[in-house]
């Protein structure tokens, strides 16, 4: 099991700059691919991009191709968004999440969640 601690979020201007941070302890956080989702409020949970485990490949969502950036530092067990000109539409709940499986764009291949951090961006 993995336990997952996301941080960074914020509230912010649009065109501003964020960078998420998830932080995983228990199991080898190098064994699990990760991905980042997003919830906003009366939205259902969305695909934002997920990295490969050792690194290397990512995918993102179209709406933040571009724009944001996913990596991860496996000597430190975190991974990290970088979000880069922030829209409103960005609003939501981040969340990160792990998977055994290979990196993937559907919640459910996911088995390991945080609580997610809040990011607001206002016109």
């Known amino acids: 099991q993995v336990q997952l601690v996301e941080s960074g979020g914020g509230s912010v201007q649009a065109g501003d700059s964020l960078r998420l941070s998830c932080e995983a302890s228990g199991r080898t956080f190098s064994s699990y691919a990760m991905g980042w989702f997003r919830q906003a409020p009366g939205k259902e949970r969305e695909f934002v991009a997920a990295i490969r485990r050792i690194g290397g490949t990512t995918y993102y969502a179209d709406s933040v191709k571009g724009r944001f950036t996913i990596s991860r530092d496996n000597a430190k067990n975190t991974l990290y968004l970088q979000m880069n000109s922030l829209k409103p539409e960005d609003t939501a709940v981040y969340h990160c999440?792990?998977?055994?499986?290979?990196?993937?764009?559907?919640?459910?291949?996911?088995?390991?969640w945080g609580q997610g951090t809040q990011v607001t961006v206002s016109s």
């Open positions: 999440a792990a998977s055994p499986l290979g990196p993937s764009t559907q919640s459910g291949t996911y088995h390991y």
